[in-house]
């Protein structure tokens, strides 16, 4: 051990550390010793003349769409990389400073684990490492999200067998085969929870003639949402508002779960593409391991109801849901803090 890595253990030992699970959708951050803290959306409110942070999180999501000119409610990221780097780091400063607040300027500044897709580019990893430090992290280590999934999910991420990862997020979809502590194949599709939500909003103005935004319909998403019928053998309908395409005045109709499902099944198979092509990368060996095994289906994507059937039927091969699906990636990078080997060896940081 470096010189520096012992001073850097002794530092450690005098303050909290943070893993982040920052997401397009949402961002997770957990303390060492305390858990899950914060679990927000990634989203900032700014007054536009002066670039001040009004709010993030809950209070900058009810803003979307509700805002006067003079000021703006964004999502800094995009499909799960950084889109604009300086209200990234406000919003990681405003939730550090919110999990860890700074009462002494003396006060030793936390080691900070972050999440990052397989696919992203050295530019989009060196802007989530410089925000992190900007907002405050004394250090900042990168791991990529299936890796970190998988940890978070207690995968037997370090032993010599195979076991594959699907984790869909807000703006990503993630596939990894992970053996022995590494990835051994991986890849990232731009696709995730926030296309299906396009994709519905999409296909009820083409069938019923009506406008909604993004939160409605990611509630229709969450309530009668499905990728095949329902277990129950029952449909769901509820009745939304919006505004009709032609005259833009207010309308209010009635969504059938099937509706919905018409609109998933192009995007989803586009899922069942990616991970299929995934699999071909991965050596015979691993191959067996994972049909075995079957396939982890994580975060929030992967709760759509009947994703993990649907996945199933397409592979021919069996595919689980996780039941921590929306907190294994922080979980995973928690672990990472608690176990000093796992840092040096699972992660990888920004020079």
Not at 205 to 213: A, E, F, N, P, T
Request: hydrophobic share 40%.
């Amino acid at each position: 051990m470096s010189i520096f890595d012992r001073i850097s253990d002794m530092m450690g030992s005098m303050s909290a550390d943070l893993a982040i699970d920052l997401g397009t959708a949402n961002t997770l951050v957990a303390v060492s010793g305390q858990g899950i803290v914060i679990n927000e959306p990634s989203v900032v409110a700014i007054e536009k003349s002066t670039n001040r942070v009004l709010a993030v999180g809950h209070e900058a999501k009810s803003m979307i769409n509700h805002t006067p000119d003079a000021f703006s409610a964004e999502r800094p990221l995009k499909d799960g990389v950084v889109a604009d780097y300086d209200v990234t780091a406000a919003m990681l400063y405003a939730f550090i400073q919110r999990a860890l607040p700074r009462k002494y300027p003396w006060q030793v500044k936390p080691r900070v684990v972050i999440c990052i897709p397989c696919g992203a580019t050295s530019v989009e990893k060196r802007a989530v490492f410089e925000g992190a430090i900007q907002a405050g992290a004394r250090q900042a280590y990168l791991i990529e999200e299936p890796m970190a999934a998988a940890m978070g999910a207690d995968l037997p991420v370090t032993e010599p067998t195979g076991s594959m990862v699907v984790d869909i997020g807000g703006g990503t979809t993630e596939v990894a085969v992970i053996s022995l502590g590494g990835i051994v194949s991986s890849s990232s599709l731009r696709l995730a929870g926030n296309k299906l939500d396009e994709a519905i909003a999409n296909h009820l103005r083409d069938l019923l003639g009506i406008k909604i935004g993004e939160r409605t319909a990611e509630i229709i998403k969450i309530k009668i949402g499905s990728i095949l019928p329902f277990e129950d053998g029952r449909e769901r309908d509820m009745i939304i508002s919006g505004q009709d395409v032609v005259t833009e005045q207010p309308k209010e109709v009635t969504v059938q779960s099937e509706d919905v499902r018409d609109a998933l099944q192009a995007p989803c198979e586009e899922m069942v593409l990616h991970i299929k092509e995934t699999f071909k990368k991965t050596n015979p060996d691993l191959a067996s391991d994972i049909i075995q095994n079957g396939i982890l289906l994580t975060g929030g994507g992967g709760l759509l109801s009947g994703l993990d059937r649907y996945f199933t039927e397409r592979l021919e091969i069996p595919v689980w849901v996780s039941d921590t699906a929306l907190l294994n990636v922080v979980n995973g990078c928690s672990k990472v803090l608690d176990t000093p080997s796992a840092l040096r060896q699972t992660l990888m940081r920004s020079k």
